[in-house]
């Protein structure tokens, strides 16, 4: 426990115990003021745990409390106050309210009705207000939320070097004053004259060119000759021009080229390469070009 642990310890333990002999001190009026409003000696003897109790209960929700629920708190332990001081100063302004040794009977608080009324209205409505604003503080106390504590800076020192860099960096540099420069002025050139030197040259040695060693021709690997092959689609430039052929003109040509062919030579490959067209086309001219002859045979 540190020294501000030791201090708070010390001011709660004095509070309490002010506050315990202040309590004491009030107890016989209070008691004696509830004897005689008509209060048995049990209620008499409560009586002031009632009023002191809930001045106290007051006290703790202030210190706890925030906001508008702390000035709650503040007007309830005001208003108890000044309650309990009027009821101890009217004991002490009435001999009859002192009893001797025992509980004070049922009497008056003044000999003013007006006045004796209020002071009976303001004793017996403590126990009331107390039960009303004990619950209402208890409970403000049990459903309060304290705001949370920020978290504290591990090293102060680092934090308050960065304050002070920050700080200044921010600060904004003062413009110097401008500085007026006046026009220096040059000198007029003066004209020199420059003379070819009489001093003779040292002559410079003749460097002999050094032979360089012909470099022998490295054998270079002959292009093949070979035609890549072609990949992927041919642009339209490099298309043949041919124009495209109709079936009749395809059946035309084939009946022309095949007229001498014998029946075993009639093939679709053979067909195709003497055409030149698809083995698509090459057997549907084959299988025509057969029909036919087999028809003109029958036929004769």
Known sequence: MNLNRKGRAALVLA?????GMAFRVSWNALRDIAGAVGADETAATLYPFVVDGLM?????????????????????LGTYTLASLVLNYVHGLVPGLHADGGTVDWTRLADWDPANWALVLLATSLPVGSIYFGSDLVAKVLH??????PAQVANAEESTESVSNRSTADLVESTPAPIT?????????VTVG????????KPV??????PVASIAPRPVPAESSRPRRATGRLPEAARSSRP???????LAEARQVTAGWADAALTAEGIRRAVHTSPANARMLRDTLKAERNGTAKAS
């Open 15 to 19: 509070l309490v115990t002010v506050v």
């Open 56 to 76: 106290a209960l007051a006290l703790i929700a202030t210190l706890v409390l925030t906001d508008d629920a702390r000035k709650f708190a503040l007007r309830v």
């Open 144 to 149: 309060h939320r304290p705001a949370p504590i």
């Open 181 to 189: 420069v006046e026009p220096l002025r040059m000198p007029d050139p």
């Open 194 to 201: 420059f003379v070819k030197s009489t001093l003779p040259l």
């Open 205 to 210: 040695p003749v460097i002999a060119p050094t």
């Open 244 to 250: 495209k052929r109709t079936p009749d003109q395809l």
